[in-house]
């Protein structure tokens, strides 16, 4: 019979085979003393995640409510991923659309779909939204920020209002997502899961969501029923947009992107909780007498009028000082003031720091908060005062590639999904001239040409800059190497390439007619148009022909001792 432990000696070395030592992998050891009482809950996503939802998200937030850094965190984000303004950017993949379609017919296409959708979600009369209180940025303002960021999903319902003196009836609900849930009568099952009714391969086909808040202001008999909606009509129109933060396989709700940060969270609010609280103590007494010396003796020491006498309001306040406490101790904001007898002395003593003096708790704890939000710590907390240059870029860049991930996983789809539903209606109505004949609308969700007509990029919040120069200069060398676009410039920046080339060009016109020139050189606008376009250009000392040149008649500079690195050619 083998043993369990198979030995055998190997150029006088003894090898043990075999798990008595805990195996291959340090990290999952049952004997070594840093990782032994460490027996993570190992069960199924949802299993982890259902149980504990409602609570995590209910402390997310309370931390947006309470906790600046979050909120400011959470502000920051709609600022970099969405911006004042999300546009739309329309790319219609005509290539993948009936024979009908052509490149000539695109370029109608995206400025009528861009112009007529815009004016509809932008409009200050706030047609997208239901309730009639935010324009269609907002709306993304608000699912990528406090929705997504604090329940790691967002839920939102396609209304179709038909009120008089509405353009288009299109409208979108955004809900709480804490409403949906698994109504009474159905148990957890491998079909519903949190309110998410499933099909055999796990695609939602239904949500039921509570009519009410279940903790609303006002509880009525509406919060205790639900509602099921299906996920699509019969001919393919979504009836709800749901986009979770899914961070494991066969996970069916969201994990809020606070989940990991809540305890560190909660750590820094108590850390700065007890600080002030040590100050406020600290501050309540200005100087403490502490002797043996008699009453009389100690009373003179401190300015007493009379030895041994005590006016008859101080000997009230002690009085009613004593039969306030009862023998208790002083509460003062949550902290204990200890009443202790006479001629015991209490000594304070605060904790230790740790033993490395370049630790600072509470910066290790912003440390790990920033990498929640996809920041930088300075950035998280606003402080670049230890920060470098390069430093600062390299954050910054980090950063930038975070949002861009977070950009294309929940506002894009959102605003795609949301886009999509508006075109529909507006091909339904026969308000897109730019559709060629034999077109009908009941082609929309025809194969992949929903897809091909919606295919857009949308341009949000610009690139943060720290240098503009150096970023211009880099662009410029893209731009003449053919390694970037002029549309891929425009859009770092947040501009719309054709807006742009438009702009110029009436700019130029109007310039033109006023006799200004705009010619840019060095950065800057010239000083006018040169007489003879072949004129040579004047050197530094007024002359003309290349600078440098010494070998030009009358030149009286001396010669260099030494090669110039660089020629630069100024133009006046």
């Known amino acids: 019979m083998a043993s369990a432990l198979d030995k055998a000696a190997v150029g006088g070395t003894v090898v043990v085979s075999g798990n008595a030592g805990g195996g291959g992998f340090e990290g999952a050891s049952r004997i070594d003393r840093g990782v032994a009482g460490w027996y993570p809950n190992h069960g199924s996503a949802d299993a982890v995640l259902i149980p504990e939802k409602e609570l995590m998200d209910a402390r997310g937030n309370d931390a947006l409510r309470n906790d600046s850094l979050v909120s400011a965190g959470i502000r920051k984000a709609q600022d970099s991923i969405i911006g004042p303004r999300y546009r739309l950017l329309s790319k219609p993949n005509w290539r993948a659309l009936p024979k009908m379609f052509d490149e000539r017919w695109a370029e109608e296409f995206q400025e009528e779909y861009e112009t007529k959708f815009t004016l509809y979600a932008e409009s200050t009369n706030c047609w997208i939204d239901a309730a009639g209180k935010l324009t269609f940025s907002d709306l993304l303002r608000l699912a990528v920020g406090p929705s997504y960021m604090v329940h790691g999903e967002v839920l939102g ?20 997502p804490m409403r949906l849930s698994t109504p009474p ?9 949190a309110g998410l009714e499933k099909s055999r391969s796990g ?72 600080e002030l609280q040590n100050v406020a103590l600290n501050a309540m007494y200005a100087a403490v007498l502490e002797t043996d010396l008699p009453e009389a003796v100690a009373s003179s020491i401190i300015g007493e009028a009379e030895s041994g006498t005590q006016s008859g309001a101080y000997e009230a306040v002690v009085q009613k ?27 304070m003593q605060r904790a230790t720091s740790s033993g490395n003096d370049g630790f600072s708790f509470e910066r290790s704890l912003d440390r790990h908060l920033a990498r929640i939000f996809g920041m930088s710590v300075e950035e998280f907390t606003g402080d670049f005062t230890e920060t470098n240059y ?37 091909l339904r109505r026969g308000d897109i001239q730019s559709m060629p004949v034999g077109w009908h609308w009941g082609m929309f969700y025809q194969g992949l040409n929903r897809e091909a007509l919606t295919q857009c990029q949308w341009l949000g919040a610009p690139r943060p800059e720290i240098d503009p120069l150096k970023e211009a200069q880099a ?12 549309a891929a410039v425009c859009a770092k920046n947040g501009e719309d390439w054709r807006e742009v080339i438009d702009q110029v060009a009436r700019e130029q016109d109007y310039a033109n007619k006023k006799s200004v020139s ?14 003879d376009p072949d004129e040579e250009p004047r050197r530094g000392d007024g002359k003309f022909g290349s600078p440098g040149n010494d070998d030009d008649e009358g030149g009286d500079a001396p010669k260099a001792t030494h090669k110039p690195r660089h020629r630069v050619r100024a133009e006046v």
């Open 390 to 426: 390069s430093s600062a870029r390299a954050a910054m860049g980090e950063t930038h590639r975070y949002n861009q991930a977070q950009r294309a996983t929940v506002a894009d789809k959102l605003a795609t999904d949301i886009a999509s539903l508006w075109l529909e209606e507006a």
């Open 475 to 486: 662009d410029g060398v893209k731009l003449v190497n053919k390694t970037a676009t002029f």
């Open 321 to 347: 000082l004593v039969d306030y406490l009862g023998g208790k101790a002083l509460m003062l904001d949550g902290v204990k003031v200890p009443v202790v007898p006479p001629g015991t002395h209490m000594k």
């Open 185 to 193: 009568g159905f148990s957890e099952s491998r079909y519903m899961r």
């Open 518 to 531: 705009l010619d840019y050189v060095g950065g800057k606008v010239s000083a006018g148009v040169r007489s």
């Open 157 to 176: 319902a396609a209304e179709w209002l038909e009120d008089r003196g509405r353009p288009y009836s299109t409208a979108i609900q955004l809900v709480d």
């Open 203 to 274: 695609r939602v086909v239904r949500y039921w969501i509570r009519n009410s808040h279940p903790n609303d202001l006002i509880t009525d008999w509406e919060s205790a029923t639900w509602s099921g909606v299906w996920a699509r009509k019969p001919w393919g129109r979504k009836n709800i947009l749901f986009v979770a933060n899914q961070v494991r396989t066969e996970q069916s709700r969201g994990v809020s992107q606070l989940a990991a940060g809540l305890k560190p969270l909660w750590m820094r609010r108590k850390l700065g909780d007890l």
